[in-house]
């Protein structure tokens, strides 16, 4: 198994460009989930799915969009990209959404100039 | 918010001691997950307890979990130079109605000497 895997791993974008983080799992977890992870903030989670179909917002949603059409693939788009989205974004999945072992992507390293 | 707190910030140790990181949390949980950030790398679950359960052990690693005073403990046995990582603790928290959401603490950034 591959796990969850995560592309780009780097990616640089201009103030307003619009972009898609790519994540896919083959494990057949129904929950996934992203988060942003920012120096002396620890990770923050902002958007997750409990099923192809089902998305939720998480702490720090504005600014992103999800969709889960697929049980292996979450898509997460910048909209319309600012500095403050400069980050670190790893995708995660799990089992289910009963609060189990989350399983991390390696992550995208995004900057905003 | 931050829901966990881990404590301290920074630890350095030498090969073969003992390393002791802290967790506090602010609300009522279902479990407290401990989870290894290796530099420029994604996390990697260490061990998860349950809130009705106060210990719990996977080879070098030991967690405990005080519900009452709304903390957890990981202790590394016999570091290893390889254990250099930051750790973090996550919470998932009772949240009636609603699918489960892990909230992260800041972290703490572990540094084993030879």
């Known amino acids: 198994n591959a796990g969850v895997t995560q592309t780009p791993k780097f990616q640089v974008l201009k103030t307003g460009q619009s972009m898609t983080l790519q994540c896919a799992q083959d494990m057949n977890h129904e929950y996934m989930s992203w988060y942003r992870q920012d120096p002396g903030m620890g990770l923050r989670l902002i958007h997750y799915s409990v099923g192809a179909g089902i998305t939720d917002q998480g702490e720090v949603p504005n600014g992103y969009n999800v969709s889960r059409s697929t049980t292996e693939d979450f898509p997460l788009r910048l909209l319309s990209a600012a500095p403050s989205q400069t980050s670190v974004y790893f995708c995660a999945s799990s089992y289910s959404w009963g609060g189990n072992e989350q399983y991390f992507g390696p992550g995208t390293r995004l900057t905003v100039t | 918010s931050q829901q966990g707190e881990e404590d301290p910030q920074a630890l350095s140790i030498q090969e073969g001691e003992n390393a002791t990181m802290n967790c506090s949390y602010k609300t009522s949980i279902n479990n407290l997950q401990w989870y290894r950030q290796n530099s420029g790398r994604g996390l990697v679950h260490l061990i998860l307890?349950?809130?009705?359960?106060r210990e719990k052990h996977s080879g070098r690693l030991r967690v405990t979990l005080d519900t009452s005073k709304k903390s957890s403990s990981l202790l590394i046995t016999a570091s290893r130079a390889a254990d250099t990582a930051s750790y973090f603790c996550a919470t998932d928290a009772v949240n009636t109605g609603t699918a489960s959401k892990l909230t992260f603490g800041t972290g703490t950034r572990l540094q084993v000497t030879l």
């Open positions: 307890i349950r809130s009705n359960e």
